[in-house]
C-alpha cells in the first residue's frame, strides 16, 4: 500500500506490518496508517542499536517492535496506559519472535533504568505543559550516561499542516476515543529543547514534515554526564 508520505512500506516495514495480522480490523487499519504518515525510520535512525531501549506511550507497540526487528541487540521495553493496545503489541511481538516487552505504564512513574534510550513519540500533546516537562525530566533522570532521549512531536508550522494535525487529533481524541487523553497542548518544539536542556541533556533538533501531511519535528537529547 502506499501512504500518505507517498511511499512504500519497504521490505521492513511490510514484515513489520504482517505481524498484526492477527489484530482487530481497527488496529490493524491504526497502524498500517501510522506507519504511513510516521517518521518512524527516521526516529529509529537516533537510537542506539543496541542496549536497553524504553519507548513511552507506544500503543499498538509499531516503533518499539521496529526497533527490535532491526537490531535484535537492542532489548526494548514499550509502557503505555491502554490495555488493549498493549496486547495486540505483545501479540504482534510474538507473532514476530521479536525481543520487546510490553507493560502498562503506572502514572507517570517510568519502568527501572538506566535506559540507553528513551522514544517519545507523539505522545506529549495529550498531557499539559507542566506534564511534559516533567516527564521529559524524569525521562532524563533515567538515562543512562551517554543515553539518547529521542521525541518526536508536532511543530506549529508550516501552519496549513498544523491545522490539519490539530482537526485530526481532536477527532481522535475527543470524537473517535482512538487516542486516550483529555490534553491538546502541541508545544512549539523550542519549548521541548529547552526542557531536555534544562534537565542537562545536549539536544539537536530538526523538522520532518518533508513529503508528509503533518508537521512532524524531531528533538534529541544526550545525556552526557553521570
Not at 543496541?50 to 532489548?75: K, M, N, W
Not at 475527543?174 to 518544539?189: A, K, M, N, Q, S
Not at 534544562?198 to 553521570?226: E, F, I, K, M, W
Request: aromatic share 6%.
Amino acid at each position: 500500500m502506499t501512504g500518505a508520505a507517498g511511499r512504500l512500506p519497504g521490505r521492513e516495514g511490510s514484515r513489520l506490518l504482517a505481524f498484526y495480522a492477527g489484530a482487530p480490523p481497527m488496529a490493524r487499519a491504526h497502524v498500517a496508517v501510522r506507519w504511513a504518515t510516521c517518521p518512524f525510520r527516521a526516529v529509529a535512525a537516533e537510537v542506539p542499536a543496541a542496549g536497553r531501549i524504553l519507548e513511552v506511550g507506544c500503543g499498538h507497540g509499531l516503533l518499539s517492535l521496529y526497533l527490535a526487528l532491526t537490531s535484535p541487540a537492542r532489548e526494548v521495553v514499550g509502557v503505555d496506559v491502554d490495555d488493549d493496545k498493549l496486547a495486540a503489541g505483545r501479540a504482534a511481538a510474538g507473532n514476530g519472535g521479536l525481543h520487546a516487552t510490553f507493560d502498562r505504564m503506572h502514572g507517570d512513574r517510568l519502568p527501572d533504568g538506566p535506559w540507553d534510550a528513551i522514544a517519545i513519540v507523539d505522545v506529549l500533546y495529550l498531557l499539559t505543559a507542566a506534564e511534559q516537562v516533567g516527564l521529559l525530566a524524569a525521562c532524563a533522570a533515567a538515562l543512562a550516561p551517554g543515553g539518547i532521549l529521542v521525541v518526536k512531536e508536532m511543530a506549529p508550522v508550516p501552519r496549513w499542516k498544523a491545522a490539519w494535525n490539530q482537526a485530526q487529533e481532536t477527532a481522535a481524541v475527543r470524537v473517535l476515543g482512538i487516542t486516550e487523553g483529555d490534553e491538546l497542548t502541541f508545544l512549539p518544539p523550542a519549548d521541548l529543547a529547552g526542557a531536555m536542556a534544562t534537565a542537562g541533556l545536549t539536544v539537536r533538533d530538526r523538522p520532518l514534515h518533508r513529503h508528509y501531511p503533518h508537521p512532524h519535528h524531531l528533538v534529541v537529547g544526550r545525556r552526557t554526564s553521570p
